[in-house]
């Protein structure tokens, strides 16, 4: 039609507008508006009555959301959930509720406040901003790291059927996770394959939220919980170690200090799975190219090339075999010992 602006101006537009939708989901889900529209629709005065809420405001988040298709709202100002609303219930089994809640919280949002600080110096936005890394702003406020744990473990359940399709584990008896959170993967691998036996190994803190995720699975029978430190020492005697989103976490170096430790637990017969991502061709793989910022902005880590996956491995005496896609955004890479 005449007069309109270019299509390209418009995408960039909604692009540079997009974190005001993120930060509209997050406001909802830190409400628990989709878990209050569970049973069906309500009216916007009784949803702001239960989340002492301004009734006028609220409807102006609620019908601005459901523009994009998160909730549907009538005649009324009545709102209900569509099939992608429905993911923001916190019972869900794969609710999106804590990520929003993570990405969308205080500390998150100060850190990629100051991503241009990461752009001029290289240096972590998220220590920059907050005085500490994440992980020990997490230790410091236990509530965000429960909002942590919860998006971790629907991150896993997202996953998991890609990571069984991906990689063959009928040939391990005993599997250790390594970081393995409150056990979300490790109980996926054991319920699909009832003679094997694992091992979960993680901080103590967090572990001590594993039990629910196992015994809910039919699992925990088959689970050795061992809390420790992966920069320390990891267990041994396992068939297979298991490394899921942890190392994108870590800067390079980190990274080989943890790889070596698993590498010191290994036995020769052993593997190492790594569950990361690796970063495609120019041009493409927006999704791996934006987590590779989250990693810089929040957590200090990066995404890797396969290049840099081999490199990093055999800086830790493991020898890469292989990396097989599991999800958009994950491969399992194999390794042994070199």
């Excluded at 830190?30 to 409807?59: K, Q």
């Excluded at 490199?311 to 999800?327: I, K, N, P, V």
Aim: hydrophobic share 45%; net charge negative; charged share 25%.
């Amino acid at each position: 039609m005449a007069g309109s602006p270019p299509r390209e101006f418009v995408e960039v537009l909604a692009l540079v507008r997009g974190y005001q939708r993120s930060r509209a989901l997050t406001v909802v889900a830190e409400l628990g508006i989709a878990d209050l529209l569970r049973d069906g629709p309500r009216g916007v005065d009784d949803l702001a009555a239960a989340t002492a809420s301004h009734a006028p405001t609220l409807y102006r988040v609620l019908r601005a959301l459901a523009s994009i298709g998160i909730f549907t709202e009538d005649a009324d100002r009545r709102f209900g959930l569509t099939p992608m609303g429905d993911y923001l219930r916190r019972d869900h089994p794969l609710s999106v509720d804590p990520a929003a809640r993570m990405f969308g919280s205080d500390y998150e949002w100060r850190a990629w406040g100051e991503l241009r600080h990461s752009v001029q110096t290289g240096e972590n936005a998220a220590v920059h901003a907050l005085g500490t890394d994440v992980w020990e702003y997490r230790r410091q406020h236990p509530a965000d790291g429960e909002v942590f744990d919860a998006a971790m473990r629907t991150f896993s359940r997202g996953d998991n059927a890609g990571l069984l399709a991906a990689h063959d584990f009928s040939r391990y008896e005993l599997v250790a996770d390594i970081g393995g959170g409150t056990g979300a993967v490790l109980a996926a691998v054991l319920a699909d394959h009832p003679s094997a036996r694992g091992i979960l190994f993680d901080q103590p803190q967090v572990v001590a939220g594993a039990g629910a995720v196992l015994d809910g699975a039919g699992v925990a029978d088959r689970v050795t919980i061992v809390p420790g430190d992966f920069f320390e020492a990891v267990p041994g005697e396992a068939d297979a170690y298991l490394l899921a989103r942890i190392l994108h976490d870590w800067t390079d170096d980190e990274a080989v200090r943890i790889l070596r430790t698993v590498r010191a637990a290994m036995a020769p017969h052993a593997r190492l799975l790594v569950v990361d991502a690796v970063v495609g061709p120019p041009n493409e793989d927006s999704l791996v190219k934006f987590l590779d910022l989250m990693m810089l902005v929040s957590e200090g880590g990066r995404e890797r090339t396969e290049a840099e996956w081999r490199t990093l491995l055999a800086a830790a005496d493991l020898e890469f075999a292989g990396a097989t896609r599991a999800t958009p955004s994950k491969h399992v890479i194999e390794a042994l010992p070199a």
